[in-house]
C-alpha cells in the first residue's frame, strides 16, 4: 500500500482564497484524521471520521473550517476563507479502529502558506 | 481531561552520550502510550509503543502508572537520531484519536 496520500503538498496562496486539502486513507482503514502542526501549537486534533462519520470535531478552529468524507477513500479539509493564521502542515492519518493495538499511519502532510 | 506533556522543546547531546526525552501524561483511565518521530519534513512514523514492550533503533520506553509517565531512552545517541519526538495518548475506550505532546526536538551533535 502507498499508505496515507495527501494533496497538494504544497500550496500557496492569498488571504482570502479557498483551500482545499485532499487525502486518501490507506485502504481498509475505517478512521481518518486531520491534524494540524504549527510551531506554536504542536500538534493538533482538527477532526476525527469512523466509518465516514464525523465522530470528534471539536478541534475545528472555526467556521471557515469545513471536513468532509464522502466515501472511505477519501476525505476534503477546507478552509473559506483562509487567513495568514491558518498557515500551518495539515496532516491525515488513517487506522483501522476496533483491532487491539491500532496504529494511526500519517500522510506526508499539506504545507499550507497564506500570504 | 487527557494531556500529554513534554517539558524539554528541545534536547541537545553529543553522539554517543545517553539520552532521556521526558513525557508525562495525564488521563484517568488505563492509556495507550506511544512514540511518534518526525525527521526533516517528513511524515510522523510510529517508533514504539508501550503494550509492544520493543527496542526500536535502540530506544526504548517504559510506562510508569504510578508516576504517569512514559519518558523514551537510549543509551548512545546518534547523529540520525536527530529529530522532533512526540509522545502521544490515547484513551481507553478507545475512540482512535491520538492525544500529542508539544515535541522535543532532539539534536546530537558530533
Known amino acids: 500500500d502507498a499508505g496515507v496520500i495527501q494533496s497538494p503538498r504544497h500550496e500557496v496562496t492569498e488571504m482570502g482564497q479557498e483551500v482545499t486539502l485532499r487525502c486518501k486513507p490507506i485502504?481498509?482503514?475505517?478512521?481518518l484524521f486531520w491534524y494540524r502542526q504549527t510551531m506554536m501549537r504542536g500538534l493538533e486534533l482538527l477532526i476525527y471520521?469512523?466509518?465516514?462519520?464525523?465522530?470528534?470535531d471539536s478541534g475545528m478552529p472555526e467556521d471557515r473550517f469545513s471536513a468532509k468524507m464522502p466515501n472511505a477513500s477519501f476525505s476534503t479539509l477546507k478552509i473559506q476563507p483562509s487567513e495568514p493564521r491558518d498557515s500551518a502542515v495539515y496532516f491525515c492519518?488513517?487506522?483501522?479502529?476496533?483491532?487491539?493495538?491500532?496504529?494511526?499511519?500519517f500522510g506526508e502532510g499539506s504545507w499550507l502558506t497564506v500570504v | 481531561a487527557q494531556r500529554v506533556t513534554q517539558p524539554e522543546k528541545l534536547l541537545s547531546v553529543f553522539k554517543g552520550a545517553p539520552v532521556e526525552l521526558k513525557c508525562n501524561y495525564s488521563?484517568?483511565?488505563?492509556?495507550?502510550l506511544f512514540w511518534y518521530v518526525q525527521y526533516s519534513r517528513q511524515r510522523l512514523q510510529l517508533l514504539l509503543r508501550?503494550?509492544s514492550r520493543e527496542s526500536i533503533k535502540g530506544f526504548t520506553a517504559d510506562l510508569n502508572k504510578g508516576e504517569t509517565s512514559f519518558h523514551l531512552k537510549k543509551p548512545f545517541a546518534q547523529e540520525e537520531d536527530s529529530a522532533m519526538y512526540y509522545c502521544?495518548?490515547?484513551?481507553?475506550?478507545?475512540?482512535?484519536?491520538?492525544?500529542f505532546g508539544q515535541g522535543t526536538t532532539l539534536q546530537v551533535k558530533p
Open positions: 492519518a488513517s487506522s483501522l479502529e476496533g483491532r487491539a493495538g491500532n496504529t494511526i499511519y
Open positions: 485502504s481498509g482503514h475505517n478512521s
Open positions: 471520521f469512523n466509518n465516514n462519520v464525523p465522530i470528534d
Open positions: 488521563y484517568s483511565g488505563s492509556p495507550e
Open positions: 508501550h503494550i
Open positions: 502521544a495518548l490515547r484513551g481507553s475506550s478507545n475512540t482512535g484519536k491520538l492525544i
